[in-house]
């Protein structure tokens, strides 16, 4: 399964726009892009997913190029809560394939 | 609305101690893994279980053993602990049908002395 690359760290203002990118370059036919977070040491949160057409929900958007060789997460006004560690996971059906990595961490700052 | 219960939150062994760490959810899910993490890097799959009596390994399965005797729970056992094993250890869970979201537990900190 596809591994990704993501920066290690990244700075944002409170109320503005966190675009997250990742590149997934390796990604197959049938394996999704997931977005996980966590923050301080509690258990992975699921933010969203999505095979090929840009998603949206509650928490973020992501969008995926059309070659799906990369990814942005997208969370439209950041505050301080969502300070974390955020995982892009390329997977396809099984999850014991998830290969977490060391993520990005985002400190969103006052 | 429990989810996924990790128990204990922390624990301290001794090296060459046993002892099980226990997960539990009441969402009815085939798919249960453990994970674990050291410090500053990402999740690690130990084992997994794709429903009741099927088990499987992971990426890092050497001195845990688990098995799934029920749906609910998942439990894992450290055979002979040592401090390599020293870690945060997370439970997840799905419905395990695929394109959908693991849910986890909040995670159990060990150390081995």
């Known amino acids: 399964d596809a591994k990704t690359t993501q920066p290690p760290s990244m700075d944002c203002a409170e109320g503005r726009a966190a675009n997250l990118p990742c590149n997934h370059s390796?990604?197959?036919?049938?394996?999704?892009v997931y977005w996980y977070r966590q923050i301080h040491s509690q258990g992975p949160q699921y933010i969203i997913h999505?095979?090929?057409n840009n998603e949206t929900n509650e928490m973020a958007s992501l969008i995926i190029t059309e070659d799906r060789k990369s990814s942005t997460l997208i969370l439209p006004h950041a505050t301080l809560r969502d300070t974390a560690v955020y995982y892009c996971?390329?997977?396809?059906?099984?999850?014991?394939?998830?290969?977490f990595g060391s993520g990005t961490k985002l400190n969103v700052k006052p | 609305n429990a989810g996924v219960t990790q128990t204990p939150k922390f624990q301290v062994l001794k090296t060459g101690q046993s002892m099980t760490l226990q997960c539990a959810q009441d969402?009815?899910?085939?798919?249960m893994s453990w994970y674990r993490q050291d410090p500053g890097m990402g999740l690690r799959l130990i084992h997994y279980?794709?429903?009741?009596?099927?088990?499987d390994q992971g990426e890092v399965p050497n001195g845990y053993n688990v098995s799934r005797s029920t749906t609910e729970d998942f439990p894992l056992r450290l055979l002979s602990a040592a401090p390599s094993q020293t870690s945060v250890y997370f439970c997840?869970?799905?419905?395990?049908?695929?394109?959908?979201?693991?849910?986890f537990g909040s995670g159990t900190q060990l150390s081995v002395l």
């Open positions: 997840a869970s799905s419905y395990g049908r695929g394109n959908e979201k693991l849910f």
């Open positions: 390796t990604i197959s036919g049938n394996e999704y």
């Open positions: 999505g095979l090929k």
């Open positions: 996971i390329v997977g396809g059906y099984n999850f014991n394939k998830f290969y």
């Open positions: 969402m009815n899910h085939e798919y």
């Open positions: 279980s794709v429903g009741a009596g099927i088990t």
